[in-house]
């Protein structure tokens, strides 16, 4: 199918999609390959494969500890007076107000499932708060063995939520306890684009095949990135919303679990990070329509090491721009467009699981991957924002989890 463009989208070429895995803890083949390659089918050029082992170490970068005591914090959010919203993975939605942690937890927080990768994951905020007062959250609903990942909406009042409504959820449901996305990212016609997880790793079966396989079947939600309305409605400009054999929510598919997602405002680009399996980690330029591959054509193998397939490539489906090989597992993601710091202006920052680095990505006008350099954090990076006033945060992955800025050392 051909990708429909958007009034809002007239400059996008395709939007990177990173691979992540929430868990990935396996040691990784190296792939000595570091040269740039244009692949001839793909939708997206100038494809670069790289040996993350060997990306060099950046210089420069000023690092301070926030906040300290964090329960495996998965997501942030800003409010329109300057405090920020945390949620960690366990069930609690925290509040930091002028720099110290609110000790307790905010209340109204719907009922989550967690273990494994399961949890209380992203939270964002309507971008008319001021007015509506709207919070979203994605969070895992279900048991160990009948499970989905939740799109909810509550009113905020400052200490607790109200008014709480499911907007959406992910079907077929799933069993264990791996691979449910979630990123939220808001688009400028108001519209919102939820990430979803293929739900999950081998042998994890749903009808008799392989559940990834759903990644590629436009009547599931696993393994796709949808649109939807505030409320949770599906636009009717949605590019298969008039097609009689796909789910009319799904923006794009062919996904394994995205867990980075950010809008690039300077050129109407969306990006994207998701995991390989055993390396293969990818990063796509996201198209309305596009089919990203997953798990018909992949640079990642499985965990024992056997091929998951031969293809790298087929005519109508996107290339990655960007393959990471051992894999990092990307979580988080922001793209860099503040005043603050003029010389990481249009370039992406891709917080790493495995690498406990954040990755610095230099894009060119036409969003290819001219370099890379590692902000070592020293643990697992969960998530990576942009502050209204023009910082970079990081988010780690811990239990005793930490929120870290980052800035140009004499910034």
């Not at 998965?74 to 609110?102: C, F, H, K, V, Y």
């Not at 959250?137 to 048991?143: A, C, F, N, P, V």
């Not at 009042?157 to 109200?162: A, I, Q, T, V, Y």
Request: contains cysteine; charged residues 20%.
């Amino acid at each position: 199918m051909k990708a429909k463009t958007y009034g809002w989208m007239k400059k996008v070429g395709s939007a990177i999609a990173l691979l992540t895995i929430a868990s990935c803890s396996v040691t990784q083949q190296p792939n000595t390959s570091t040269t740039a390659q244009t692949t001839p089918n793909s939708s997206s050029s100038n494809l670069s494969v790289s040996n993350s082992g060997n990306v060099a170490a950046a210089q420069g970068v000023q690092k301070t500890t926030v906040v300290e005591g964090l329960d495996h914090p998965w997501s942030l959010a800003w409010l329109p007076d300057g405090s920020m919203l945390i949620t960690e993975r366990s069930g609690q939605l925290r509040i930091m107000r002028n720099g110290q942690l609110d000790p307790t937890p905010i209340a109204g927080v719907p009922e989550v499932l967690v273990g494994g990768q399961a949890g209380l994951m992203d939270v964002s905020v309507h971008p008319r708060f001021a007015e509506n007062r709207l919070v979203y959250l994605t969070y895992s609903h279900g048991t160990e063995q009948a499970n989905r990942t939740r799109l909810a909406r509550a009113t905020f009042d400052g200490k607790s939520l109200s008014n709480l409504q499911v907007l959406f959820e992910v079907s077929p449901t799933k069993s264990g306890l791996q691979h449910f996305g979630s990123r939220i990212i808001w688009l400028p016609d108001s519209t919102m684009l939820l990430a979803i997880g293929d739900g999950g790793n081998p042998p994890i079966q749903l009808n008799g095949e392989l559940i990834r396989q759903q990644a590629q079947n436009r009547r599931s939600r696993l393994g796709k990135i949808v649109r939807l309305n505030d409320d949770g409605s599906i636009p009717q400009d949605n590019p298969f919303v008039k097609s009689t054999d796909t789910e009319p929510a799904i923006w794009s598919y062919g996904h394994r679990n995205i867990q980075g997602l950010t809008f690039d405002p300077i050129n109407n680009r969306i990006w994207a990070t998701e995991h390989g399996s055993q390396g293969g980690d990818e990063a796509n330029l996201v198209q309305a329509g596009g089919n990203y591959g997953w798990p018909i054509v992949t640079y990642s193998r499985e965990y024992s090491g056997e091929e998951i397939t031969k293809e790298r490539s087929r005519p109508g489906m996107v290339d990655p721009k960007l393959v990471w090989t051992p894999a990092i597992a990307p979580s988080g993601l922001a793209f860099y467009s503040g005043g603050k710091f003029p010389q990481w202006q249009g370039d992406l920052f891709a917080g790493g699981l495995v690498s406990q680095d954040v990755r610095h990505i230099d894009l060119d006008a036409q969003g290819n991957v001219v370099n890379q350099q590692a902000i070592e954090i020293g643990q697992r990076v969960r998530d990576v924002r942009q502050s209204p006033d023009g910082m970079l945060y990081v988010l780690t992955d811990d239990n005793n989890g930490q929120l870290i800025r980052l800035e140009p050392s004499g910034g």
